[in-house]
């Protein structure tokens, strides 16, 4: 049997949620990410109002297509964890069950992340940290260190393939960590060689990623590390495909199975 595959909003942040939903349908995705808060004040996001969350809802039944999680949440010293509480609340009303989050260092960190784990947890939800090269949380244990600080049960490293390799991780630290933290995994492809420079990091995170098989990362043996039971994402920006969505969806669906067919046999 096929392993689930997710599809992750930012692979298609122009779509509204349930033009994803009817998109990760067609192209044969399992179940969909949605991004309900904005990276930076007055970034695109797609929070539902009421009557909005009740049309999402019937559309995801109707096209047998589940909500995993709710994308990106940037911690830093402005953030007030109460201010997620409409996206918490929208992403458990539609089923979600984590929430995504990066993090700058600041002097209350480990205190903030847990105060924005516990009202998570108040409502049934995970909260995966991923490590990004230009911010504070700039490696894999820089994330346990965290999950570790905080005291949060409910906390794991989100295993971004392409922000795991930029920041000197490796599949063997995967394969060293407790499977417990390892909940989630995006994947995508890139080049073996970083970009030099923040500036060119950005821009390769937020819009040159490839599709699994057309770079040099070490995805096969990434996805050897992984637990069994770590859920599987495909978060995959890109400014440099321009084929219409569903042939691009369809075409990443394609290699990704294939990746993984390869990796099981």
């Known amino acids: 049997m096929n392993r689930p595959l997710g599809l992750g909003h930012f692979t298609f942040l122009s779509l ?12 044969g995705f399992n179940f969909v990410g949605l991004r309900f808060h904005p990276v930076a004040p007055g970034a695109l996001h797609w929070l539902p109002d009421a009557a909005g969350q009740r049309e999402l809802q019937r559309v995801m039944a109707g096209e047998d297509i589940g909500l995993y999680d709710i994308e990106t949440v940037v911690i830093d010293e402005d953030l007030r964890p109460e201010t997620l509480i409409p996206a918490m609340d929208a992403a458990a009303a539609l089923g979600g069950e984590r929430i995504n989050t990066c993090a700058d260092r600041f002097e209350r960190l480990p205190e903030r992340f847990a105060q924005l784990c ?44 392409l922000h795991h390799s930029r920041c000197g991780g490796t599949p063997a630290e995967i394969a060293a960590m407790a499977p417990e933290r390892i909940v989630s995994a995006q994947l995508c492809d890139a080049p073996d060689r970083a ?68 990796v099981q046999e």
């Open 16 to 27: 509204p949620p349930a033009d994803l939903v009817r998109l990760a349908r067609a192209a």
């Open 118 to 161: 516990d009202l998570a947890a108040q409502r049934g939800l995970g909260v995966d940290i991923e490590c990004m090269a230009w911010r504070g949380i700039d490696s894999p244990k820089a994330c346990l260190d965290l999950i570790e600080e905080s005291g949060a049960a409910n906390a794991g490293y989100l295993v971004d393939a």
């Open 195 to 262: 970009p030099t420079g923040t500036e060119a990091l950005i821009t390769e995170a937020r819009g040159e990623r490839l599709i699994p098989g057309e770079g040099a990362l070490p995805l096969a043996d990434l996805l050897g590390a992984l637990p069994a039971h770590t859920v599987l994402s495909i978060e995959l920006p890109s400014t440099l495909d321009a084929r219409p969505p569903l042939e691009r969806a369809r075409a990443i669906h394609q290699a990704t199975m294939a990746l993984l067919k390869k």
